[in-house]
Structure formats: C-alpha cells, structure tokens
C-alpha cells in the first residue's frame, strides 16, 4: 500500500534540555523515513500540538500537521519550555531559553531522521525565538517561513503595554475558555470565525495550559526588535492574514527588503487574522507553506 492511502500516525517523543523535558508531537503518512522534515514553532500562548493539531469536531482538515503530513512531509512541533507538556520552570522565560529548546529538538530530530536540515515555520512570537534560532544556526535551515511575525508598533502590541506590570509580576497567568476566543477577535471580522473551531482551541487551550507563560509578553513589549533581517541568511518566506493585529505590511515590508537572501516572499492571505490557520483563510495558508516547504 502506497503512503498517501494510509493514515496518518502521531508519536511522541522528549527531549532533554538544561535539565529540562521538552515534548515534542511528530506526524507522518505511512513511514517517515525519506521524507523532508518540518518543524512547527509555536507563538507565546498556546503550545505545538494544541496550535497546529487541533482536532476539530466535523473538520479535521484544520490540523496544519495533518495537511503536511499528507503532502509527504515528516512534521514535528515542539513545546518550549513553560509550554503544554514541557517542563514549567520558575521564574519568566525568555524569547533566548526558546531559541536553545529549539536548536535542541533540532539536534534530536535530526539525528533521529538522519538529515542535516530541517524546513521551519514559525508562528507569533515564535518567528522571535526561531529567528534568533536561524541566525545563529542558519546552516541546519534549508528553508524558512514567519507567519505572523509581529513588530514593535503593531496594533496589538500597543494594546498590551496596559498590562506590562502584571506580565513582570507574575511569570505565569491563568487564561480561561473565554480568554482564548479573544485572540479570534481583535482586527478580525467575525465573518472569518468558525465558532465550532473557536470552541475547540478554547476547550484545548484551556485544558493543556494550565497557566501560560507571562515571559515572552514581557519580552515582546521591551525588547523588540530581537531579530536582525541581515543575519536570516536562509531562503525565508513572510506570511500574515489580511486582519493580523501583530502583523502587516507597513511593519514589516522594512524587515522583508532587508532580507539578503534573494530567495524570498511575502505574501498577504485573505479571511484570517492573527489565528489565521484556524480561520477562514487557513486553506490559502496551508498551500502557500506546502509550495514554499516544496521547492527544489
């Protein structure tokens, strides 16, 4: 039987880093041997699994990693640090820490698949730690894509600056179901939300994050920009829904043309804002990524 007529198969696997256990959620069709990896690098509320596997009621075609895994990918998503079933340490994590957790599942995946690259997509805040991943390590990269990659000024960012001191008080909060539909909202017409899939990632969100980790946020109103476009030397695609209140052109059209690889997109998907790949347009992002991770 050929792989693209057998389903698709889920394995877990941990990795040790700083003495820390980090999960890490694989899919594949068939057997993942041959195949080109990619990882999958969450943003700073939700974890791998919970982002890009949700399991819909009715609608299994919004998992990302079941899309890819049937397009002959070997696909993994890690949880950082303080995330879903990773270690949660004490104290703030920081945007530097991810970037570690990630070179280190790297390092495992490859030397477990037996490649030497890998193909990274990065969601929110995970464009910050897999930027500064890609910079330092641009050699393990063949090729990259930031989805909703957010800048300093961005609408939603401005928004969040009111709760600054209650993100440095405490290094992990407490989001309830309905705390999580917010992200659906903001910037974004109603028009493009599926409440059947809101209440999905709600359900889940709440259900793995037990409290969420306030680090990132604080790094993310203090500290941007943490990633230098000069130093992304790999072929890296940009990617954001129309609606994206952390991403858009005026923000980041100064990052893409600094990019110096010449092997480069942007590219602006209609019907979906910052939770894009559970939106309405989240087909039109699925087959932008599989063309991008596809080319020769």
């Known amino acids: 039987m050929r792989d693209e007529e057998l389903p698709v198969q889920g394995t877990q696997h941990w990795v040790v880093q700083e003495g820390l256990r980090l999960f ?26 919970e982002s890009f596997d949700l399991k819909v009621p009715g609608q299994p075609e919004y998992s990302l990693m079941d899309f890819l895994a049937r397009r002959g990918f070997d696909v993994f998503a890690p949880d950082m640090r303080g995330f879903g079933s990773s270690t949660r340490p004490e104290g703030h994590i920081t945007t530097e820490q991810a970037a570690g957790d990630l070179n280190a599942v790297v390092d495992f995946i490859c030397k477990l698949r037996g490649v030497a690259q890998v193909q990274l997509l990065a969601w929110s805040w995970g464009t910050q730690y897999s930027g500064q991943f890609v910079m330092a390590h641009p050699q393990k990269v063949k090729r990259y894509a930031a989805y909703a990659q957010m800048h300093a000024q961005s609408p939603d960012l401005l928004a969040r600056r009111e709760r600054l001191a209650t993100f440095q008080r405490a290094p992990y909060i407490r989001i309830t179901e309905q705390g999580w539909k917010l992200r659906f909202k903001s910037m974004t017409p109603e028009a493009v939300n599926d409440p059947v899939v809101m209440d999905a990632f709600a359900r889940s969100a709440a259900l793995v994050e037990t409290k969420s980790p306030t680090g990132p946020q604080v790094d993310l109103l203090t500290r941007l920009p943490l990633v230098d476009p000069t130093r992304i ?50 087909a039109r992002l699925q087959h932008a990524v599989a063309s991008w991770f596809s080319a020769p």
Not at 24 to 48: D, F, I, N
């Open 24 to 49: 890490v959620w694989e899919k594949y069709q068939g057997s993942p041997q041959g195949k080109k990896v990619v990882v999958l690098a969450h943003g700073s509320a939700t974890a791998g699994r």
């Open 233 to 282: 030397t790999v072929p890296t695609l940009l990617i954001h829904g129309q609606h994206d209140d952390v991403a858009d052109l005026e923000g980041l059209l100064p990052f893409f043309k600094a990019l110096p690889n010449p092997d480069k997109q942007y590219v602006v998907v209609p019907d979906g804002g910052h939770m894009l790949h559970l939106q309405k347009g989240y």
